[in-house]
């Protein structure tokens, strides 16, 4: 009689030692976790030991979060997240004489807000190319709009960034959100995107999606920035 080979296990054993001074955040699935104090540090252990089991399920809604997984930073939530990404972005969206004179171009026969939201939307959803290149710290800080012009080309932080000071160029009010989606099966799993979004009267927001191939989601209410109010946003996936 023959038996079937057995069933294949991945052992997973993880150590992090760091000060104790220094926070840590954690977020395990179906991991034994064990913490000591040795000293001055802290010693933190996962372990685990996993069947493999291969879904049958096609397009599964959110994988990473059904699986065995680990999550480790030193931002506290969030909100950290989002203003430390926004410290570092908020200055690359300046509406320069290059993007008003582009904005009013753009707009040139449009009367209305809605319309020159739209607008501008197409506009940056048509010209700008999806295309992530990195250089130092370009994984987590979009280039100035200066740079995504000339090269006619960015990632979704880059078309967001632009979107926003072309929106700003004409008094609309944006915000930039930190989002986390997940693409159809046999795409680039995106982490962190960038969007712009646009106030409405009702303090609601009308999204702006700027990612990929660009395609306007929703789009209502849009109102004059009277003034522009301080960002916040609270993004969500992977931290």
Known sequence: MLEGP???QRIVDVTLRTPAALGIHHDEQKFTYEESRQGDDIVRHWSGKFDAQPSDEANVADL??????????????????AAAY????KAKAAVTPAVKELAERITKEKADVPAQAEALF??????????AVYFGSGRYVPNDTGTILSRRFGD??????????LL???GIESEQVLLSTVLPTGSRRQRRSAHSTMSSSTSRHSTVTSIRRCRLEVLRGCRRATPASPWSASPIGAW
């Open 156 to 165: 979704c932080k880059d078309d967001a960034t632009l979107l926003s000071a």
């Open 86 to 89: 926004y410290e570092q972005a």
């Open 122 to 131: 197409k506009w940056v959803s048509q010209n700008i190319r999806y295309v």
């Open 6 to 8: 057995s069933v294949a």
């Open 168 to 170: 700003a160029a004409k």
């Open 64 to 81: 990473a979060f059904a699986v065995p997984a680990l999550r480790i930073s030193t931002f506290p939530g969030h909100e950290a997240i």
